[in-house]
């Protein structure tokens, strides 16, 4: 079994190097040369933990390959994916042309039955358009070759997207005839034979929805539970217990209702602004997601709004120190990360800061060349008026505190993910603040 990848960031690299590692042979293509370079020679341009060593392995057994010319992406190929990112165009819709165009090339070079599979994340009616301009460049060659279209929306989480991927909740094909549904089922029966139903079989307009609503539920979630933790501070309840009394109710559920210092990612903030202008085209108004977005968009300020009252406003030539930059932990992704907005207020504020993360520091210095960058943890403390915690890394779970307590200037603590004892803390001789308690 053959299968192309075209696009080879988070979602095409970790697919194709799963797919690879199922004993399928897997082309991924890139139109960043300089990405595909560095990943013929073993560099790895995103950091998830395994995929290093699984692509390595893949890539010395011969089955997996990478290449940026596109002939060689769509030659003898069962499958060809679509895994590129999508950007928005000026009016805020996404533009399609990438997506089209790839799937203009795929109609152009099939020599026999193959199957063009979306997986970027796609406005509602995209894989009906692929359709149609594959169809076109088919007939325009004269050539008797069939083709069909599948939507197969990705669910990974950065950080988790080996495991996501070999063992899902559920696997959401949307397909529009029984010959696609077939060559969908073979392709997954490799991950799938313990838990076949966990196939959902669906047309693709409604496999594009479900991607759509799935991150919109989530982020829905969060901010929600900002909201609430922003009212437990005010009228003197307790965040933490709140969550635990609503998420063991088995209605609700205990995930994404962790109250923190905002969302940040490629995926929540671009799905939500997709879905309002899905909505919005359709003369339709998304009024929760407007508020999801917009509560997010507060929550991202919180750390700083928390630090510039407990200074009076005043935060000029004040040392602040951030543990954590990535979006999440286990990934250096950094995109619409709440340390953005922090660093960016701070900066404003005239503060000197220094930072500590395990993997995005290299972010971090393509943002802000300037940025001091700790030699560890500790480093990033030395001097400081207030450390503000923004990712949950493992590492910043229980640290020295009388080590930090000796190395800052004054021993203030801003947790913005909750993750510390109060009572802890204090007795190290700090005050902390965290949100929502
Ligand atoms: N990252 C996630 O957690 C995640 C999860 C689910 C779905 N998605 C969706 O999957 C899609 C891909 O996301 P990602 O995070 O992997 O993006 P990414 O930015 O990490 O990678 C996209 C890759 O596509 C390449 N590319 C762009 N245009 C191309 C073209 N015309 N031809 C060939 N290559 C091209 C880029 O060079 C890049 O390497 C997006 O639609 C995203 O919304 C992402």
Not at 213 to 227: D, G, K, P, Q
Request: aromatic share 8%.
């Amino acid at each position: 079994m053959n299968i192309s990848i075209v696009g080879t960031g988070y979602v095409g690299l970790v697919t194709g190097t799963c797919f690879a590692e199922l004993g399928v042979n897997v082309t991924c293509v890139d139109t960043d040369n300089q990405k595909i370079n560095r990943l013929i020679y073993g560099a790895i341009p995103i950091y998830e933990p395994g995929l290093e060593n699984m692509v390595t392995r893949n890539v010395n057994d011969g089955r997996l390959r990478f290449v940026s010319d596109f002939n060689k992406g769509f030659d003898n190929m069962d499958y060809v994916f679509c895994a590129i990112d999508t950007m928005l165009d000026a009016d805020g819709s996404t533009d399609l042309t990438p997506v089209l165009n790839i799937a203009r090339l795929f109609g152009q070079r099939i020599d026999r039955y193959s199957v063009f599979v979306l997986k970027s994340t796609v406005p509602v009616g995209t894989a009906q358009k692929v359709k149609e301009v594959i169809a076109c460049e088919i007939a325009e060659r004269g050539v008797d070759v069939t083709f069909d279209i599948a939507s197969n929306p990705d669910f990974l989480t950065e950080g988790n997207a080996i495991k996501d991927f070999m063992k899902p909740d559920r696997v959401i094909v949307g397909v529009e005839t029984e010959s696609a549904r077939e060559a969908m089922a073979r392709l997954y029966r490799t991950i799938l034979h313990h838990i076949y139903n966990h196939v959902i079989y669906t047309d693709t307009r409604t496999a594009e929805m479900i991607k759509y609503a799935a991150t919109s539920m989530l982020a829905t979630r969060v901010s929600f539970m900002n909201e609430i933790a922003n009212l437990c501070e005010i009228v003197g309840a307790d965040v933490n217990t709140v969550r635990h009394g609503v998420g063991t109710d088995s209605r609700i559920g205990p995930k994404y209702i962790f109250p923190g210092c905002g969302y940040g990612g490629t995926l929540f903030p671009q799905d939500i602004k997709d879905l309002i202008k899905i909505a919005e085209s359709n003369n339709f108004n998304m009024e929760v997601l407007k508020a999801v977005d917009s509560v997010n968009n507060r929550q991202k300020r919180i750390l700083f709004e928390k630090l510039s009252s407990h200074y009076g406003g005043d935060l000029k030539d004040k040392t602040v120190a951030l543990w954590g930059l990535s979006f999440k932990p286990e990934t250096d992704d950094m995109s619409e990360a709440p340390s953005i907005v922090t660093i960016d207020l701070l900066m404003e504020a005239g503060c000197q800061i220094r930072v500590y993360d395990p993997v995005a520091m290299n972010a971090a210095k393509q943002r802000w060349a300037d940025l001091y960058c700790g030699i560890d943890m500790y480093d990033a403390v030395k001097g400081a008026d207030a450390l503000l915690l923004l990712t949950e890394w493992r590492q910043f779970r229980i640290p020295a505190w009388d080590r930090i307590h000796q190395l800052m200037r004054t021993p203030l603590i801003i947790d913005g993910r909750n993750i510390y004892d109060r009572t802890e803390v204090e007795s190290h001789g700090f005050e902390y603040r965290c949100i929502g308690r």
